[in-house]
Nanobody
């Protein structure tokens, strides 16, 4: 069974940090780029960060550049999203997803996690 399971969401204060993790079954991870997406209430889902299979390529949304860092540990089938300097506008459900290619892409994502809530509020 193919699964992506996110964890690490929760409540953070503005300026604070959270680290999201996403652990995937082998078929949903091996050889694939991975991405983090988010969807806030009443808004469309947006790409936050993407990392290639090798980890050598990354891409970020302009709104999170310099604050968020995506990384992966292929030995653990896990991708991370380190979120620093959080803002209230970062509040959303965050999803990880496995792409159909090894390279960073804005194209097809084959597998999705169930999402984890991130709330930034004082």
């Amino acid at each position: 069974q193919v699964q992506l399971v996110e964890s690490g969401g929760g409540l953070a204060q503005p300026g604070g940090s959270l680290r999201l993790s996403c652990t995937a079954s082998g078929r949903a991870f091996s050889g694939r780029a991975m991405g983090w997406f988010r969807q806030a209430p009443g808004k469309e889902r947006e790409s936050v960060a993407t990392i290639s299979w090798s980890g050598g390529g990354t891409r970020y949304a302009d709104s999170v550049k310099g604050r968020f860092t995506i990384s992966r540990d292929n030995a653990k089938n896990t991708v991370y999203l380190q979120m620093n300097s959080l803002k209230p506008e970062d509040t959303a459900v965050y999803y990880c997803a496995a792409a159909g290619t090894a390279a960073v892409t804005s194209g097809r994502y084959d597998y999705w996690g169930q999402g984890t809530q991130v709330t930034v509020s004082s």
